[in-house]
């Protein structure tokens, strides 16, 4: 716990995890998990099945496509590609949750999209870089599957439109939305084109304190001392929170790489305690010569999205207008 922290506070007991001698974390809690529904019948948002893309670290990705196509030409309504990168806390809900399932069948749905969302490995069982090797490995996996025109997923290789796109995150799945944009620009994707990139609630993090953070410090969703448990167990052992994967600042060097990122939507809310964090970052894409798309609104808080239906439509309205 950091100094500045109330000694009767315990991230912890807040977070409802206990962490093991072995490192590992026991989590105290009944999280409502969702099986892949892979009939597009009547009355659904969207189908969805489970594929597994490695088998030596277990990761998987659920793919989701809405139940009503556009075209029965397929041809001519191919569907932009959502790679999806859901907010677990980094160490606390698997993309199979109740919640991230509703969210990318609305997406599928109502922005009429194949979202790709990707069941990365969580800390502290798997420390950083982990979780951004296993969103790389997702949008190899979903090149490979117009590569391979006989054996490719069929979702994909029938419905997707390739040259569209688009990596998505929320929270900290914004923060490896980005890690993964950056590594992106290593691997030749062709036929695949990545067309935008949308950070939602970026988490980032960082030593010295901003007046988001003293400001919001006992915030109820989103407390400090909390966040700040999660970053010591995500983290590599041995790092600080100035280390690029917390802070974006850390960035400032290879300016010219983040400066070949395309376009990028970013939207953050004044209520959430990396508010500043967000700004630095979107500052830090400006920078670079970024096209960047800041949707910051004075009021809201971290995760309002999942309490307040109206936001959780405005935010598809933000993603849909991005992309069309």
């Known amino acids: 716990m950091s100094r500045d922290s109330s000694p009767a506070f315990d991230p912890y007991k807040h977070l409802n995890i206990t962490i093991n001698p072995n490192g590992s974390c026991t989590r105290h809690f009944i ?35 809405p139940t009503n196509l556009p075209s029965n030409d397929n041809a001519v309504a191919r569907l932009p590609i959502i790679i999806h990168l859901h907010g677990s806390g980094w160490i606390l809900y698997p993309a199979n949750s109740a919640a991230n399932n509703r969210c990318c069948s609305q997406m599928a749905s109502e922005l009429t999209v194949i979202v790709v969302s990707v069941h990365y490995r969580l800390p502290p069982e798997h420390r950083l870089p982990a979780q951004y090797d296993d969103a790389l490995d997702a949008l190899l996996w979903v090149k490979q599957q117009v590569v391979d025109s006989t054996n490719g997923e069929p979702w994909l290789r029938d419905y997707a439109d390739f040259s569209r796109c688009y990596i998505c995150g929320s929270s900290n799945g914004a923060n490896i939305a980005f890690q993964l944009a950056l590594r992106s620009l290593d691997h030749d994707l062709t036929p695949l084109k990545i067309d935008g990139c949308v950070f939602y609630q970026p988490l980032f993090g960082g ?29 590599p052992v041995g790092v600080d929170r100035d280390h690029r994967y917390c802070n974006p600042l850390g960035y400032l060097p290879q300016k010219e790489k983040v400066g070949r990122l395309g376009r990028c939507l970013v939207i953050g809310y004044g209520g959430d305690t990396s508010l500043d964090r967000q700004q630095d970052f979107v500052n830090l894409l400006v920078a670079a010569g970024v096209r960047v798309e800041a949707r910051f609104d004075d009021a809201g808080f971290h995760s309002i999205e999942l309490v307040d239906p109206r936001r959780a439509v405005a935010l598809l309205n933000m993603i849909r207008d991005f992309i069309s």
């Open 207 to 235: 030593k010295t304190r901003t007046k988001s953070e003293l400001k919001n410090f006992a915030d109820p969703v989103m407390p400090v001392p909390a966040v700040d448990a999660m970053w010591e167990l995500s983290l």
């Open 31 to 65: 999280w409502p998990m969702v099986d892949p529904d892979p009939d597009p019948c009547p009355g659904k948002l969207a189908a969805s099945k489970d594929v597994t893309i490695n088998h030596e670290t277990g990761v998987s990705v659920r793919i989701f496509r």
